[in-house]
């Protein structure tokens, strides 16, 4: 099975801020890869797909990139509004792995 | 507008059984795949299990394989979870969510059913 590893597990950072988290594959996932937002007590959201694709809707601040085993999500500059548990997920035909999450925190 | 609804959920007891339901609405159910995402108190996303659009192709995390059951019925615009033999394991928030098209990724999600399997 694929598992897939996100660090750091919790990033503190101010507004305004650069952030990038980082999602790792235990084996090569070429390009099939998405990123969600969660807040508490809501549902995610889905913000990334294909490691780069933006899903529509979702601001240009939010970026994604890598493809084989590791990948990145950027936020350029960070707003209240991000302040989020992220998660990457692999996907394919059989089967759908959640990274463990990254929790963006307030400085 | 895309509206997701789960409902089923509640406090079941150890080897106990519970069929989740998920009504959809605001887009044509029948030519979208569908999964349910559960979590556990306090943890990360587990994918559990998702279904094509005409409900012929099922696949199922390890960790539920045997004892949950997805299924659809197109024409009531519904997605099931029949959970059987369930275990203290399975307590979460059990969501329902559509495979975007495009993304292939689960685009648009419900609020969520909680399930706790206790004694």
């Known amino acids: 099975d694929i598992q897939m590893t996100q660090s750091p597990s919790t990033l503190s950072a101010s507004v305004g801020d650069r952030v990038t988290i980082t999602c790792r594959a235990s084996q090569m996932i070429s390009s099939w890869l998405a990123w969600y937002q969660q807040k508490p007590g809501k549902a995610p959201k889905l913000l990334i797909y294909?490691?780069?694709s933006l899903e529509s809707g979702v601001p240009s601040r939010f970026s994604g990139s890598g493809s084989g085993t590791e990948f990145t999500l950027t936020i350029s500059s960070l707003q209240p509004d991000d302040f989020a548990t992220y998660y990457c997920?692999?996907?394919?035909?059989?089967?759908?792995?959640f990274g463990q999450g990254t929790k963006v925190e307030i400085k | 507008e895309v509206y997701l609804l789960e409902s089923g959920g509640g406090l079941v007891q150890p080897g106990g059984s519970l069929r989740l339901s998920c009504a959809a609405s605001?887009?044509?159910?029948?030519?979208?795949?569908m999964g349910w995402v559960r979590q556990a108190p306090g943890k990360g996303l587990e994918w559990v299990s998702s279904i094509t659009y005409t409900g012929t192709d099922i696949v199922y995390a390890d960790s539920v394989k045997g004892r949950l059951t997805m299924s659809r019925d197109n024409s009531k615009y519904t997605v099931y979870l029949q959970m059987n033999s369930l275990r203290a394991d399975d307590t979460a928030v059990y969501y329902c969510?559509?495979?975007?098209?495009?993304?292939?990724?689960?685009?648009?999600w419900g609020q969520g059913t909680l399930v706790t399997v206790s004694s």
């Open positions: 969510a559509r495979i975007g098209s495009i993304s292939a990724n689960f685009d648009y």
């Open positions: 997920q692999h996907y394919n035909t059989y089967s759908r792995t």
């Open positions: 605001g887009f044509t159910f029948n030519t979208y795949a």
């Open positions: 294909k490691a780069s």
